[in-house]
């Protein structure tokens, strides 16, 4: 058995987070708020180290330009007060306009032209010939602007649900072995670290 204190105090927060399984209890509930408040804590020790390696360090050096991104997050503040809570609506603008042409162009070049770049392979494998008219059955299933006008498009598009549910459950069962994976691991940190008993 570990004489390690932090090992401890890990295994009994994983013993009371366990507990969820038997009913909703205290012992749970004080788990879960202590997982919140400390994520929170995190949270903002994280944003305060921020402000001052990005803010207040560079302008103790003279960087002017640094003033202008700090004044969009004080105007964030204004939220607290009815009052001025309009001045928010700058830095949210500048906040949301940013980000969004950030993430498109990322996703542009992701989603679109790789994606597409993706597709366009020699038919010289089953591999390639069933990833080629799995995208082909899947994107007639969701062309909807003309309709499915004859036999072999209703086949297309009945094939592509079937791909889009195989591929479905091959996602959930991944989430389930990572979920699994994650609990062994925990059952084995109770097991070895903790108490011992397995070597």
């Given at each position: ?32 708020y202590l997982l919140v408040g400390v994520g929170a804590a995190y949270a903002l020790v994280q944003g305060w180290q921020n402000v ?45 306009s940013l980000g969004a042409s950030v993430s498109l162009r990322a996703a542009v070049q992701t989603d679109v032209i790789k994606q ?84």
């Amino acid at each position: 058995m570990s004489t390690n204190i932090s090992v401890w105090i890990a295994a009994i927060l994983t013993l009371a987070a366990f507990s969820f399984l038997y009913k909703e209890n205290p012992v749970y509930r004080v788990t879960e708020y202590l997982l919140v408040g400390v994520g929170a804590a995190y949270a903002l020790v994280q944003g305060w180290q921020n402000v001052l390696t990005r803010c207040i360090e560079p302008l103790a050096k003279g960087r002017i330009a640094v003033l202008f991104p700090a004044i969009l997050g004080v105007l964030l503040f204004s939220k607290l007060s009815k009052k001025s809570a309009w001045l928010a609506r700058y830095p949210m603008a500048a906040l949301v306009s940013l980000g969004a042409s950030v993430s498109l162009r990322a996703a542009v070049q992701t989603d679109v032209i790789k994606q597409i770049g993706a597709t366009m392979i020699p038919l010289n494998s089953l591999d390639n010939v069933v990833m080629v008219f799995g995208t082909m059955s899947v994107l007639t299933y969701f062309f909807f602007t003309v309709g499915l006008k004859n036999s072999a498009q209703h086949w297309g598009a009945r094939l592509g649900r079937w791909v889009m549910m195989v591929s479905f459950g091959a996602q959930l069962g991944s989430v389930a072995m990572l979920r699994t994976s994650l609990l062994i691991g925990r059952i084995d940190f109770l097991f070895r670290t903790w108490l011992g008993i397995v070597k």
